[in-house]
C-alpha cells in the first residue's frame, strides 16, 4: 500500500483556498449581516408553518390557555396548514373536547390573531392514566370547565 504524503497532501488543500470567498456580512459585502432572529420569522412564513408567536402560544400555553382540566387529558401534537391536531386520552374527553370546538377555537383566535388555527382535529389515543392524571382517567363531567 502507498503511503500518502500529509505534507504534500497540505500544501495541495492551502492551494484550493479561493482569495475570493469572504463570509456574508463581512465589510467587502454590500450588505451588513442579519441576525438570524431577524430572517427566521421570514423564512418560516415562507416555508409555509405557523407564526412562531403562535406556537409558543399554543405549545408552550396550552395548560394556561385550556385549563388545567382539559390540559390534563388533551395536548397539541402538531400543526398542518390551518388545522391544529389534538391528542386526547379518553373517548369521553374527545366527546366533550368536539362539544367545545366552537369556543376552543374562539380562545386560539382570540390569543394567537389572524395566524390562529382554523379547524381542530381531536385523535383519542388512549394513554394509561391520561396525559396528567395519576393513575386515573376522569370523565368530563367529574372535572371543572375552565371554559
Known amino acids: 500500500m502507498d503511503k500518502i504524503d500529509v505534507g504534500e497532501k497540505l500544501e495541495v488543500l492551502k492551494g484550493h483556498n479561493s482569495p475570493s470567498w469572504r463570509p456574508l456580512g463581512s465589510a467587502q459585502s454590500d450588505q451588513p449581516a442579519n441576525r438570524i432572529g431577524s430572517s427566521l420569522g421570514r423564512v418560516v412564513t415562507q416555508a409555509g408553518l405557523p407564526e412562531i ?17 382539559i390540559a390534563a387529558h388533551a395536548r397539541p401534537v402538531r400543526i398542518a396548514g390551518a388545522e391544529l391536531v389534538i391528542e386526547v386520552d379518553h373517548p369521553a374527553w374527545t366527546s366533550e373536547l368536539r362539544s367545545l370546538q366552537s369556543r376552543l377555537l374562539s380562545l386560539l383566535a382570540s390569543s394567537c390573531g389572524q395566524s390562529a388555527p382554523q379547524t381542530l ?3 383519542t389515543t388512549p394513554t394509561p392514566g391520561g ?3 395519576k393513575g386515573r382517567v376522569n370523565s368530563p363531567e367529574s372535572s371543572s370547565k375552565p371554559l
Open 131 to 133: 396525559h396528567g392524571t
Open 53 to 69: 408567536r403562535v406556537l409558543q402560544v399554543i405549545f408552550d400555553g396550552w395548560d394556561q390557555l385550556v385549563g388545567e382540566a
Open 121 to 123: 382535529r381531536f385523535v
